[in-house]
């Protein structure tokens, strides 16, 4: 669920998180890594001992890189239609009309 929400937010097709001010980069950094992460721990016990800690050293990789991406926030990051409407701080977290 968390990865079809994440990938309506980074396609366009759901782009009311935008004027959420608690929440400037989660859906398309936290949300998609949350997803990776109940997906690699359904699966690990089905894969071998190998496959599993590739899956689950991924899956650490993704959840650190969100971090790291939310809490930075760089000019460069997310989708087209978002960096070009991107809310400014003298917009105070919202995108002028």
Do not use: K
């Amino acid at each position: 669920m968390q990865l079809a929400v994440a990938w309506m937010c980074w396609s366009g097709r759901w782009r009311a998180w935008t004027d959420m001010a608690v929440l400037p980069l989660g859906p398309i950094t936290a949300l998609p890594a949350v997803g990776l992460l109940f997906v690699a721990l359904g699966a690990g016990p089905l894969v071998p001992a190998v496959p599993r800690g590739v899956l689950y050293a991924v899956t650490l990789m993704a959840l650190l890189a969100a971090v790291v991406l939310w809490l930075w926030a760089p000019a460069w990051y997310g989708p087209a239609w978002y960096r070009s409407q991107r809310p400014r701080p003298e917009h105070n977290g919202r995108v002028s009309s």
